[in-house]
């Protein structure tokens, strides 16, 4: 039932001719037999079950969203219309990133004090966010180069390489590297942040420590390698991920750890596709605003493997 049908006074149903469709404010009587007209329906907000509207400040959404200062954020540099979707995708990225980043940091910590369920449920969320973040490549996944190069020009130098907060995605996924912290060192809090993201171990190390606390046979030197290094691929932890996928049964809870980390890794593999394929269509071979070679540095970016011996214990099985 609508809300103005079931809120309608039974005494005025009772009392009110039918009014004609086509003349709303009539009631179907005729001029001479007229009835004073009808007090006018009370105004949206002024209803018994309509929503408050009554605020002495901000509303209690805005306190909370703060999309006041989220839609007034977007300030394009040309005045090709098609720039505001290339500036507002990049945004809702970056907003992704950080739901992910709070999702690993979350994951991470869980792992530490052996909490498996409270870190594979944050890796399932962010295995939602990272298929809702992939979905945000519709509206810039088929861009013609006339197009982008409409605003090109506008970016200057800016590129997606500088966003730190797709840095300490990679920092979690053991993808560490001490000169992606350079282009940060004018933003002191960005820059502290990421240096404590560098020193932190990864959310791979975290699960690692734990498979050793598990009893499983993580190499030494592995559990104590520096975590501000890259992590490098190693044929013993390949060789542990091989036991928990060959005896299941042993360890139920390891398996479902290991396919909630294949499903993130799978689909950070896929943005970074979907990224070059969205690059390759809208700048050929072009350079980057960034100054990288572009699409072939890119593709050389996308090759590289997340969790790998979670990919190449599989031949093992
Ligand atoms: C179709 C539009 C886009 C094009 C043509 C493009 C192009 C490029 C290029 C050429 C690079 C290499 C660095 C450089 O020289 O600039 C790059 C890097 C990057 N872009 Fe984009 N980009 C696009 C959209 C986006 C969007 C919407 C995001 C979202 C934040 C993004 C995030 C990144 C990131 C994070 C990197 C660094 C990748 C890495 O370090 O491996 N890009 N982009």
New binding site residues.
């Given amino acids: 039932m609508s809300q103005s049908a079931a809120h309608e006074s039974p005494a005025r149903e009772a009392s009110a001719p039918p009014a004609d469709p086509a003349h709303p404010h009539t009631t179907g009587q005729s001029a001479e037999h007229a009835k004073p007209a009808e007090p006018a329906e009370p105004a949206e907000g002024e209803t018994p079950d309509a929503p408050t509207v009554d605020f002495a400040g901000t509303t209690p959404y805005e306190d909370y969203v703060q999309a006041d200062v989220l839609t007034h954020l977007q300030r394009p540099l040309s005045d090709d219309p098609g720039e505001m979707v290339?500036l507002v995708?990049?945004q809702v990225?970056?907003l992704w990133f950080t739901v992910i980043v709070h999702e690993w940091e979350t994951a991470a910590a869980a792992l530490r004090r052996d909490d498996i369920p409270v870190a594979i449920a944050a890796l399932k969320r962010s295995v939602r966010e990272l298929e809702a973040l992939n979905a945000s490549w519709r509206p810039?996944g088929q861009?013609t180069p006339a197009q982008?190069n409409s605003y090109r020009d506008a970016l200057g130098e800016g590129?997606?390489?500088q966003?730190a907060m797709?840095r300490r995605m990679e920092f979690l996924l053991g993808d560490k590297s001490a000169s992606m912290l350079v282009p940060h060192r004018g933003a002191p809090r960005v820059h502290a942040e990421l240096e404590r993201a560098l020193a932190a171990p990864s959310l791979y190390d975290e699960v690692l420590a734990l498979l050793a606390r598990r009893g499983r046979a993580v190499p030494e030197d592995v559990l104590n390698r520096d975590p501000a290094q890259r992590y490098e691929p190693d044929e013993g932890v390949e060789a542990v991920w091989s036991e928990i996928y060959r005896d299941p049964d042993r360890d139920e809870e390891l398996v479902r750890l290991g396919e909630a980390l294949t499903d993130v890794a799978e689909l950070v593999w896929r943005w970074?596709n979907d990224?070059l394929v969205?690059?390759r269509r809208?700048?050929g071979a072009k350079?980057?605003?960034?100054?990288?070679a572009?699409?072939a540095?890119?593709e050389k970016?996308a090759r590289r493997n997340v969790f790998p011996e979670l990919w190449t214990a599989r031949s093992h099985v």
């Fill in positions: 290339f995708t990049t990225m970056e810039l861009l982008f590129s997606g390489f966003s797709y970074r990224h969205a690059t809208a700048m350079t980057g605003t960034g100054g990288s572009g699409v540095w890119l970016r």
